[in-house]
């Protein structure tokens, strides 16, 4: 029987690798996430889990990221904006338009989320702005 999922645990696994080696190398967001993630590879576990979950609905992820990323002192919706086009980069990788499509729109998304819950906060008393509010479209 034809697996029914748009892409496979091994595609996971590598786009999981393949992303959080291009994060550790990136000069912004590098350093952010060494500062807050002890263990790389049980990070890198629970990230396949996590986006196992989404792409193949295997449920093997639970766990509440928002109060984890709204901790974080100083986030800027650029670095959003980096953190999609690091993932962006990543999906090229694959020959899977199916693939690279729906990994992309829960990419943005979870951003967009993460984002959101990090405004509401941080600044309660002032209106959400789109994390790419101030960056020129030709950009993203």
């Given at each position: 029987m034809d697996d029914p999922f748009v892409c496979t645990e091994d595609d996971i696994v590598t786009l999981v690798h393949h992303?959080?080696?291009r994060v550790r190398q990136d000069e912004v967001l590098g350093p952010i996430f060494d500062a807050h993630i002890?263990?790389?590879d049980?990070?890198?576990?629970r990230m396949v889990r996590?986006?196992?979950s989404l792409l193949r609905r295997t449920g093997t992820y639970s766990g509440?990221?928002?109060p984890r990323h709204v901790a974080l002192p100083g986030l800027e919706g650029p670095m959003f904006i980096r953190w999609l086009d690091l993932f962006r980069e990543t999906l090229?990788?694959?020959d899977n338009p199916a693939f690279v499509a729906q990994a992309q729109d829960f990419a943005h998304r979870i951003a967009r989320s993460l984002w959101y819950g990090y405004q509401i906060s941080h600044?309660?008393?002032q209106p959400m702005t789109e994390f790419d509010d101030h960056v020129p479209s030709?950009?993203?």
């Open positions: 992303f959080y080696r002890d263990d790389w049980e990070h890198l576990e996590f986006w196992s509440t990221p928002m090229s990788e694959f600044h309660p008393d030709a950009e993203h």
